[in-house]
């Protein structure tokens, strides 16, 4: 059984946080047969090779991936339908990265690589589950693979499953107005949560260590486990963009939207119950500093516009928060 972990990235700056990844996989005897990393501008050769000297590395750079264009060259794929999958104008006029299209890369080498199960994982999440302590104290974070998205429960739970996934944690956050942005965007189940943060300090913990899988039609494409023979029917990524007074915009959703299509054509969605530790800015405990810290205002800004563009296609579903 071939398995592999898949992120998408910008930059490659850093063999970090994969080697974290497969130092777990090691830790708890666990084969990773691959490291799938889809990225547009850069790549650092120190971080490179050391991935490439830990597994077997694909490394796919967006616009320029040949070996796929022959690929599918080989098996009859018509030239139109190559270039829709393979090049992506916005990339060129404005750098900007369509996530359902960036994501499709990775399923793509998935299957020329023939893997059988492939991990998506974000470059700020970490092979971390929270847990509390008995005298109620949350337990500083370690590396537990058996309590890890797919990589212990995988195992067992793909088997009956096509699709398994799982939340993150969230930093804490809190400004003026937050729950009227939040009900704006239709992810007011979220207000009561981030308006705590300050108690809880955004993490989700892992109350049960035993907690049984659950079925859900809610994915998240920073904790998500896909069966690649699954593709036979489930379709790939999908996530639009937009424009706002000339100004591109990319939608978010390409999991959610993959969830929704996974339940309309009856394919098994497992939530696992084990949320990842998701370091959003790279420094917690630190709370997000929305007012002074443009990297905080910007990632807010995106999200919601990302949200935005993504409740066209969630519209009569209130079922399913984007």
């Keep these: ?13 850093s063999a970090h946080p994969l080697t974290d990844f497969l130092d777990n996989a090691e830790k708890h005897g666990h084969a990773l047969d691959r490291v799938i990393i889809v990225y547009s501008h850069q790549a650092d050769p120190g971080a490179v090779e050391e991935l490439r000297s830990r597994t077997n590395l694909s490394l796919i750079k967006l ?6 264009h022959l690929i599918m060259k080989e098996i009859g794929v018509r030239h139109s339908s190559i270039h829709q999958l393979l090049y992506c104008p916005l990339i060129d006029a404005h750098g900007l990265i369509p996530y359902g299209f960036n ?5 793509m080498e998935a299957m020329f690589t023939g893997t059988d199960y492939l991990i998506f994982v974000d470059s700020d999440v970490r092979p971390e589950v929270l847990r509390k ?17 797919c990589m212990d429960c995988l195992w067992e739970l793909m088997l ?10 969230l930093p804490p956050a809190s400004f003026d107005g937050m729950k009227d942005l939040l009900w704006g965007l239709h992810k007011e189940s979220m207000a009561d949560f981030w308006q705590n943060s300050k108690a809880h300090r955004g993490l989700v913990i892992q109350e049960d260590q035993n907690a049984e899988p659950q079925p859900t039609t809610k994915v998240l494409g920073g904790n998500l486990g896909i069966r690649m023979s699954a593709l036979t029917t489930l379709p790939p990524f999908f996530s639009p963009y937009y424009f706002y007074n000339r100004t591109p915009l990319l ?3 390409e999991d959610t939207l993959m969830g929704m299509a996974a339940s309309q054509s009856h394919i098994r969605c497992l939530d696992i119950q084990t949320p990842i530790f998701h370091d959003t800015y790279g420094d917690y405990p630190k709370v997000p500093d929305l007012r002074n810290d443009s990297r905080v205002r910007d990632r807010l800004y995106y999200a919601c516009t990302g949200w935005i563009g993504a409740m066209y296609f969630s519209a009569g579903r209130p079922d399913i928060p984007l």
């Design 1 to 13: 059984m071939r398995i592999a972990i898949g992120m998408i990235v910008r930059d490659i700056l």
């Design 63 to 68: 616009q320029s991936n040949e070996r796929a």
């Design 103 to 107: 994501r499709n890369q990775a399923l």
């Design 133 to 149: 302590t008995p005298d109620g104290a949350v337990q500083s974070r370690r590396s537990t693979l058996s309590a890890h998205i």
């Design 160 to 169: 009956p499953a096509a699709i398994t996934a799982a939340i993150t944690s």
């Design 251 to 253: 939608a978010r959703g």
